[in-house]
């Protein structure tokens, strides 16, 4: 009994693992800008830029998983 639900835990555990990755990977590799699509095609470039900032858009991938220090 406990072997099967240690099992199903691991299962559990990786599913949730693979699921993360794969819908980063695919969120990364779509074109397209996030701020672009929430300000419209007339925003300004500086507008773009501070929502771009705020949302961490301009942040390497290496950065992205650094954590924030407020």
């Known amino acids: 009994?406990?072997?099967?639900?240690?099992?199903?835990l691991a299962t559990l555990v990786?599913?949730?693992l693979v699921a993360t990755i794969v819908v980063f990977i695919v969120l990364e590799?779509?074109?397209?800008?996030?701020?672009?699509?929430m300000l419209?095609?007339?925003a300004e470039a500086d507008t773009l830029a501070a929502l771009r900032s705020e949302m961490?858009?301009?942040l390497s991938l290496i950065h992205i998983s650094e954590p924030t220090r407020h």
């Open 14 to 16: 990786l599913t949730l």
């Open 29 to 37: 590799i779509l074109p397209g800008d996030p701020a672009a699509v």
């Open 40 to 42: 419209g095609i007339n």
């Open 56 to 58: 961490g858009l301009d």
């Open 1 to 8: 009994m406990n072997f099967f639900l240690f099992k199903r």
